[in-house]
């Protein structure tokens, strides 16, 4: 099994590299216009451009940086990050954060990664609570945002938090890791949902309501995935109570996950509705979450078999090119539930990217 993912994860890779919008995008592009299909965002197709698909796939490749077989990616990295400053950065927003997750590392990048740092930490919006609000970039321009007023999403947790706690790790500034450790008890508190054990897609603070209340499977797994690497980057820099929660609700989760795992071995996009098609992205990085946290010990091995099945329902859906399919485009909050049910079907830098993080975990444990 370990060289197939082995050579699953080359083609992966090569694909990811070169990625280029889909075929019939224009046929996309009028459903869309039409309502038929919602999620049409030409960004999420390749890496040409600087925002949160782009990072996750830095992430994902960073993943198997001088792993057995992979090289070192960051010459990649350099060269990608030099062309996107050539071009001109997007504004400062939540997830055009996603890729200094990984650029962050890189000498050249230093004044770079703490200039927008101190976005993170003095200019970004806040909601009540001092949440960071789930700023976005404009949908067809990177010189304008989306405010999302006095909203907070699950996504920002792994675009935005994920730096602050690495940034306050490697320059040892106390304050930086208060923040990460802020927003998650935020996160948490007003996303969670204790009942069904699930993350909703996000907390609207004007109204005072989570939106549909829909359980959005791609949502929930950026808590699966980023819950473990904070406590991993993290490690003893935060007080003991902040890790029960977080690990506790990460257990918590999971523990709902393999309730809910489909026949199939991947996850409905409404996690909670089985009429909802199954998805590769979030299946994927839900499964990685899970193996990471076997890994640091957070899960007992029986968690594996649930993630056996989805490491090999993810491996059907990789195609001779290394395309892999049945992932789900861009994803707003829906005003109903019934919208998730209606998001694009697309290739995707990081439908491409989380399939590598899962592949890349899964290196890690022979028995698999």
């Known amino acids: ?86 071009r001109g950065l997007p504004l400062h927003n939540v997830n055009t954060t996603a890729p200094l997750l990984t650029l962050m590392d890189l000498p050249q990048i230093e004044k770079l990664a703490l200039e927008w740092m101190q976005w993170v930490e003095k200019d970004c919006p806040r909601t009540k609570e001092n949440g960071i609000q789930h700023v976005t970039s404009g949908d067809t321009s990177k010189s304008t945002v989306n405010l999302h007023d006095q909203e907070i999403w699950i996504d ?6 994920l730096f602050t706690a690495k940034m306050g790790q490697k320059y040892n500034n106390p304050a930086w890791i208060a923040e990460a450790d802020h927003q998650f008890a935020v996160h948490i508190e007003y996303i969670f949902h204790r009942e069904s054990g ?12 989570n939106f549909s209340e ?19 980057i993290v490690r003893d820099a935060i ?16 523990d709902r996950l393999v309730q809910l795992q489909s026949a199939d071995g991947l996850w409905h996009t409404l996690l909670d509705d089985s009429d909802s098609y199954t998805e590769v992205s979030g299946s ?8 990471k946290g076997i890994r640091m010990g ?32 861009g994803t707003p909050i829906g005003k109903e539930k019934e919208d998730y049910k209606k998001i694009a079907i697309a290739p995707t830098a990081y439908g491409q990217a989380l399939t590598i993080v899962l592949l890349a975990e899964a290196l890690f444990h022979e028995g698999l």
């Open 239 to 254: 007080p003991a109570e902040s890790r029960r929660l977080i690990g506790d609700t990460y257990k918590t989760q999971v």
């Open 1 to 86: 099994m370990q060289e197939v993912i082995r050579q699953e994860l080359k083609k992966i890779i090569n694909q990811l590299m070169n990625l280029k919008r889909p075929d019939n995008e224009s046929e996309f592009k009028a459903l869309a216009e039409e309502g038929k299909v919602l999620g049409y965002y030409p960004r999420d197709f390749g890496m040409e451009e600087w925002d949160w698909p782009q990072g996750i796939g830095l992430y994902g490749l960073n993943k198997l940086t001088n792993q057995e077989g992979f090289g070192d990616f960051r010459e990649y990295f350099a060269n990608w990050a030099e062309e996107q400053i050539a």
């Open 198 to 209: 699930l993350f909703y897609h996000g907390y609207d603070f004007k109204n005072a309501n």
């Open 284 to 291: 994927a990085a839900i499964a990685a979450g899970m193996l």
């Open 298 to 329: 957070l899960l007992d091995s029986s968690y594996m078999e649930p993630c056996r099945k989805a490491v090999a329902a993810v491996l059907r859906n990789i195609s001779e090119d290394g395309t892999v399919l049945n992932v789900s485009a």
């Open 214 to 232: 829909a359980h959005w499977c791609r949502g929930n797994s950026w808590y699966t995935l980023a819950a473990p690497e904070y406590l991993d």
């Open 156 to 161: 920002t947790l792994f675009m935005v938090v």
